[in-house]
């Protein structure tokens, strides 16, 4: 019997996608809020909020092979992967909350609060994300159709970026009436409940559908060696981890660059609506570059265009606002069609691990994948606390010139030549279309004879 189970239907695209909007509302609010939220709100130094996210962070890298070796040992009625969006959001949605929260302590009492409530809203994250991305590979088992999945992921959770980066502030401005802590608190809690209705919608709209061999004995140790002699995953992970650096510098960054350099705070947000407007525009050509040119050679041609426009946003002065729009409008469009192709790859890497053992570990590959992603993005956010402090940031008054200039190398140089070095490592990946089209056809050879004899 001929098993078919590349295709997926647009309401199963649709809802997994929706899964990605509910995760990026956390994501977000972390990634370009948080640090500002802890030193210019919260009121903690930007050292200690530096330290807390990276203390965070390596907790969070911990959690995070433990949860992906617990789903790929999960047996339920739903699946291994499912069962964690559904039960995992509620604690997702109410430490969002609680980590925007500003109680009255002392400031030792709100560092403590802030490190605890971060460090068990990443575990929160960790519970439900990991196996959300885990889940698209085991939707279909063809690498373009995973690409075209994954590109309705990115254009969903770029939708929950819109959403974030365009209008925390001016939600926090309205909830808050005045009150910026009151405000952070009450959009957050706006968000924590959109993404429990979405990622109900994602458990409901999806099934899991390429599963381990029946044979497969579970061996932990079998399958962290077959990790760490996988060189396709090992050269996705260290691009994770320094794409990531990039990504948590130049997005903590930004809302300095604008208060202090800029001038304005709220321009951040039309700054970000643009940018992400722009990503949403790339990100459908990622399926077609991938199929005419591959999914390596993109990766490569990706990070050398975006990195070299968002080196160039340095340059333009603080009342030059049009180069600096189009700098990043460009370097955004250029990476675009690289971010579901990293995803798209970690899945043809696990499939690469099967083919040549025998053993299938999704989870483990995809949990270990994001463990190197959030040690990126961990030592990125600590990085803009110790850069800010470097350059003598001072929160709420007026920066000198050095600090400007540091603020200035976060947005622009730093992250760009840290995202141009990827291609560097990208340029040793070895699993090309060809190989993804054997794997493919190998595979389902195996499960089909596998189905026929049990």
């Given at each position: ?39 210019d709100v919260f009121g903690i130094s930007a050292i200690a909020a530096g330290t807390i996210m990276l203390i965070a962070r390596f907790w969070d890298m911990a959690i995070d092979p433990i949860i992906g070796i617990l789903s790929d040992r999960t047996r339920t009625k739903w699946g291994k992967f499912r069962p964690y969006i559904l039960f995992g959001a509620v604690p997702y949605a ?132 077959n990790l760490f002699s996988n060189k396709a995953w090992i050269i996705l992970a260290i691009v994770g981890i320094v794409s990531f650096v990039m990504f948590a510098i130049q997005n903590a960054a930004v809302v300095y660059y604008f208060k202090y350099y800029i001038g304005n705070e709220e321009n951040v947000q039309l700054f970000n609506v643009i940018g992400t407007v722009a990503l ?175």
């Amino acid at each position: 019997m001929n098993r078919n189970i590349s295709a997926l239907t647009f309401k199963e695209k649709l809802g997994y996608g929706v899964g990605d909007t509910a995760s990026h509302f956390v994501w977000d609010m972390v990634g370009f809020w948080l640090m500002f939220f802890y030193t210019d709100v919260f009121g903690i130094s930007a050292i200690a909020a530096g330290t807390i996210m990276l203390i965070a962070r390596f907790w969070d890298m911990a959690i995070d092979p433990i949860i992906g070796i617990l789903s790929d040992r999960t047996r339920t009625k739903w699946g291994k992967f499912r069962p964690y969006i559904l039960f995992g959001a509620v604690p997702y949605a109410i430490l969002a909350i609680l980590t925007f929260t500003t109680p009255d302590f002392g400031e030792i009492g709100k560092i403590i609060y802030a490190g605890a409530t971060y460090v068990l809203l990443m575990t929160a994250y960790a519970s439900v994300n990991l196996p959300y991305s885990a889940l698209g590979a085991v939707m279909t088992n063809d690498s373009y159709e995973r690409a075209g999945l994954n590109t309705y992921r990115f254009i969903a959770g770029f939708a929950g970026q819109f959403i974030v980066t365009g209008l925390a502030l001016t939600l926090a401005k309205f909830f808050g009436g005045g009150d910026k802590a009151q405000g952070f608190q009450y959009t957050v809690v706006l968000f924590a409940v959109l993404s429990l209705v979405f990622f109900f919608i994602t458990f409901r709209s999806t099934k899991e559908r390429v599963h381990p061999p029946k044979s497969q004995v579970n061996s932990l140790s079998a399958d962290i060696k077959n990790l760490f002699s996988n060189k396709a995953w090992i050269i996705l992970a260290i691009v994770g981890i320094v794409s990531f650096v990039m990504f948590a510098i130049q997005n903590a960054a930004v809302v300095y660059y604008f208060k202090y350099y800029i001038g304005n705070e709220e321009n951040v947000q039309l700054f970000n609506v643009i940018g992400t407007v722009a990503l949403i525009v790339a990100l459908p050509f990622s399926k077609p570059l991938a199929k005419k040119f591959g999914n390596r050679n993109v990766f490569i041609a990706s990070s050398i265009i975006s990195g070299i426009f968002f080196i160039a946003i340095y340059i333009p002065g603080a009342h030059n606002l049009v180069p600096i729009y189009i700098f990043n409008i460009i370097a955004k469009m250029a990476y675009a069609p690289a971010v579901p192709l990293i995803w798209t790859m970690i899945a043809d890497s696990a499939d690469y691990g099967e083919w040549k053992t025998g053993r299938r570990a999704t989870g483990l590959y995809f949990s270990a994948a994001v463990f190197a992603q959030k040690a990126g993005w961990g030592i990125g956010a600590a990085l803009v606390g110790v850069i800010l402090s470097l350059f003598n940031y001072v929160a709420n008054e007026v920066q000198s010139a050095t600090s400007i200039t540091g603020i200035k190398l976060l947005v622009s140089v730093i992250p760009g030549v840290l995202y141009m070095s990827c291609a560097i490592f990208m340029y040793f990946y070895n699993i090309d279309a060809r190989t993804t089209d054997l794997i493919k056809k190998e595979l389902d050879a195996r499960r089909e004879k596998e189905s026929s004899e049990s």
